[in-house]
T-cell receptor, first 115, second 109 residues
Framework: DVKVTQSSRYLVKRTGEKVFLECVQD?????MFWYRQDPGLGLRLIYF???????EKGDIPEGYSVSREKKERFSLILESASTNQTSMYLC??????????????FGEGSRLTVL | GQNIDQPTEMTATEGAIVQINCTYQ??????LFWYQQHAGEAPTFLSY??LDGLEEKGRFSSFLSRSKGYSYLLLKELQMKDSASYLC??????????WGAGTKLIIKP
């Protein structure tokens, strides 16, 4: 069974804290993505990566950074968490050769609350 | 700008049929996806359409009309486990995914 695993399902942090969200996939996929999901809005892309050490900004990168040191792991970092970053964060992966169909495999999400 | 519209919420009865619509205005088109997302769970792939017409997969079918910028997901013989959100997403000309806000489907006995 293919699997995308996110390290934390639920986190509560204080404003200004540094937050790490980790994502690991076991499918040897080249592409990895970080989205946030908020009520009433579609999924919004924060960052994505097509290869190790590569990263590309998505639609809403401000306040976030990412790290991809190994193919299977893609981390999202909030350098200084703010209340408007309270959200559900979804990690996903897909095959590079699958760009035209782009089927994404998602993790179960990390629900972050910033107080 | 790019836009995808879906109804926010729909209610249907167990055993019935429901159609969830999705209309889109995007810069180019390279395919349309439907994903299912149960509450508190990961979205999972349901279907992909790139050519006009109906694609059937068991109880679920997905239809696309590129000229009208329109798709629908048809669910037959509804079961309680079909209660979920259904997400429509379009690949634009830059191969970026544009997501709708999702339709929450409530199934009643």
């Amino acid at each position: 069974d293919v699997k995308v695993t996110q390290s934390s399902r639920y986190l509560v942090k204080r404003t200004g804290e540094k937050v790490f969200l980790e994502c690991v996939q076991d499918m040897d996929h080249e592409n990895m993505f970080w989205y946030r999901q908020d009520p009433g809005l579609g999924l919004r892309l924060i960052y994505f990566s097509y290869d190790v050490k590569m990263k590309e900004k998505g639609d809403i990168p401000e306040g976030y950074s990412v790290s991809r040191e190994k193919k299977e792991r893609f981390s999202l970092i909030l350098e200084s968490a703010s209340t408007n970053q309270t959200s559900m964060y979804l990690c996903a992966s897909s095959l590079l050769t699958d760009r035209t169909t782009g089927e994404l495999f998602f993790g179960e999400g990390s629900r972050l609350t910033v107080l | 700008g790019q836009n995808i519209d879906q109804p926010t919420e729909m209610t249907a009865t167990e055993g019935a049929i429901v159609q969830i619509n999705c209309t889109y205005q995007t810069s180019g088109f390279n395919g349309l996806f439907w994903y299912q997302q149960h509450a508190g769970e990961a979205p999972t792939f349901l279907s992909y359409n790139v050519l006009d017409g109906l694609e059937e997969k068991g109880r679920f079918s997905s239809f696309l009309s590129r000229s009208k910028g329109y798709s629908y997901l048809l669910l037959k013989e509804l079961q309680m486990k079909d209660s979920a959100s259904y997400l429509c997403a379009v690949i634009d000309s830059n191969y970026q995914l544009i997501w709708g806000a999702g339709t929450k489907l409530i199934i009643k006995p």
